[in-house]
């Protein structure tokens, strides 16, 4: 086998075969970070190193761990320079999903199929410029048969580039967050942007209504929240009215009930509008103080939080009736039990386990992801690959994705465990099929 050949990550016949059978298959991304001015404008980018290093915190963290100095990891560095220093420690990231992501988009958009380390990073820094001169973020979507991206967009957010463009629609997604802890500058910007003034709870909650109808105008078809842990209590109405008026001067118990209130209405507006939720928890954020007042957030110092107490979930989910609950998919960011989370699937309808999500995404992340779903829940279910990424040139992850679940499934086959049809169809349902059915595309 040649380094990062056509058969990487296969380990049988079979698995080949079904991967040819899902390789080409289009792309709906459905969470991402993509900055969709950028799509609506067509841009292009300077080197390499923009593309690669310009706003992508996998790879600073890596250059840190590598003892990279910052200046050329968010500092003024040129992106040469960056682009350097990155081929300089990809060697050291052997297993790490950067060495498999950096050399599957050397391959499937540079066309160059040799390791990247610091003896070739001059030739290889050259040779990728010069496909990228004419090379577009229009034409990295066609490269990768990007059907459907989903950006991740505040509630007050304009959504003026969303649209389609060429074979890709671009379409936002509601994530509410900055508005758990009943912060006054993000209520004043939700009241503006909703054209209400905001006094009580009901003009608090008109105000984040008539901001979802926005969205759905829009062509939003999904929501998304990102926090810690799931609240251990839940106010009711007339609570979460009286803690809303209180909200300069309120204890930690009240703040958590408030949140668990509007999970909860947030979850019952969703359904109404036929969105579908997405709940991505167990991350701790912006954990170094120093390097946060120096760049801020998304940077790279986020972290793992602690497992997430199973009885919580169950708790938000038996506050809906199944009529009245979204289509919803759980991402964790502990996945140490993930078997449990898993088991919480069965005993709700519409709500299912989502992709290895970041620190997990990884081949053998992905393994178990696919491996738990598989034997806690079912794995024909499953939604399939999304990038949570800031970079176009990501798509290879789906790629990556793909090669891991043909390689799950061939074993399988190979084993005569499974049925060789059965797998072909079900790599399809849970690349492409179930997630267009989800959103109704």
Not at 54 to 60: E, S, T
Request: include cysteine; proline fraction near 2%; aromatic fraction near 12%.
């Amino acid at each position: 086998m040649g380094f990062f050949d056509n058969n990487v990550l296969l380990g049988s016949a079979a698995a080949k075969k079904i991967y040819g059978q899902i390789a080409d298959l289009p792309i709906i991304d459905y969470h991402c970070h993509l900055d969709e001015k950028k799509i609506a404008e067509n841009a292009e980018f300077s080197d390499i190193g923009e593309l690669w290093l310009a706003g992508d915190h996998y790879k600073w963290r890596a250059m840190r761990m590598c003892g990279v100095e910052e200046y050329y990891v968010t500092g003024n560095a040129s992106f040469h320079d960056k682009f350097v220093k990155y081929a300089e420690i990809l060697p050291r990231l052997v297993g790490n999903p950067l060495y498999y992501w950096t050399h599957l988009e050397l391959k499937q958009i540079f066309g160059i199929d040799e390791p990247l380390s610091a003896a070739n990073a001059e030739t290889v820094y050259t040779k990728a410029n010069a496909v990228l001169r004419s090379t577009r973020v229009a034409d990295l979507l066609r490269l990768y048969r990007v059907q459907y991206i989903a950006t991740t967009d505040d509630p007050t957010s304009e959504l003026a580039a969303h649209g389609t463009y060429g074979q890709t629609t671009v379409a936002p997604t509601f994530r509410p967050d900055k508005l758990y802890s009943l912060d006054d500058e993000a209520i004043r910007a939700l009241g503006k942007s909703a054209n209400v003034k905001i006094r009580s709870l009901d003009d608090f909650l008109l105000a984040l209504s008539l901001r979802l109808d926005y969205f759905v105008s829009k062509g939003c078809r999904i929501s998304d929240h990102g926090f810690e842990r799931f609240p251990d209590c839940y106010a009711d109405e007339k609570t979460a009215a009286d803690i809303f008026k209180r909200r300069g001067k309120l204890t930690a118990a009240e703040k958590t009930a408030f949140f668990g209130f509007l999970l909860v209405w947030l979850s019952k507006e969703y359904h109404k509008r036929r969105m579908l939720m997405q709940i991505h928890f167990s991350v701790v954020r912006n954990n170094n103080a120093e390097m946060f007042a120096k760049c801020g957030v998304d940077a790279g110092f986020d972290l793992i939080a602690r497992p997430q107490l199973v009885d919580d979930v169950i708790a938000f989910f038996n506050q809906t009736k199944e009529d009245e609950r979204p289509e919803t998919v759980l991402y964790t960011l502990n996945d140490s039990n993930l078997a449990a989370l898993t088991a919480v699937t069965g005993a709700f309808r519409k709500v299912r386990m989502g992709a290895a999500w970041w620190f997990n995404d990884t081949v053998e992340g992905i393994r178990r992801n696919i491996r738990t779903i598989a034997e806690y829940a079912a794995l024909g279910t499953h939604l399939g690959m999304l990038t949570d990424s800031r970079s176009f040139s990501s798509y290879a992850r789906f790629d990556f994705f793909r090669r891991i679940l043909a390689d799950y499934l061939g074993d399988l086959v190979d084993k005569g465990e499974y049925d060789a049809a059965a797998a072909a169809q079900i790599a399809k349902d849970i690349c492409y099929n179930n997630i267009k059915g989800a959103l109704g595309l």
